[in-house]
């Protein structure tokens, strides 16, 4: 099944949290803080303007970024988490 977000929603998936900690102590899941980082795994076509024009998605899949904690809707299919989130509520995009 394919997820194809509307206008300037974001389909994004969670990198998952850090087990252990640099000093080699191992996290029970309870303790591992939710990710911010996520990669970007389908975007919309865009935003459109009063005017009618369209302002496409600044994003590709495959782009990592870093999204707001709490935002976006969460949802489970084929067994995969994944978040949709407005493209306003990406908070950064990870270059290298």
Known sequence: ??????????????????????????????????????????????????????TPVALKVGDKVIAGKYSGTEVKIDGQEYTIISEKDILAKIED
């Not at 389909?11 to 850090?18: C, D, N, P, Q, R």
């Not at 087990?19 to 029970?28: A, H, N, P």
């Open 1 to 54: 099944m394919n997820i194809k977000p509307l206008a300037d929603r974001v389909v994004i998936k969670l990198v998952e949290a850090e087990e252990k900690t640099q000093g080699g102590i191992f996290l029970t899941a309870n303790a591992q803080e939710k990710p911010q980082i996520a990669e970007v795994i389908a975007v919309g076509p865009g935003k459109t303007n009063d005017d009618g024009s369209l």
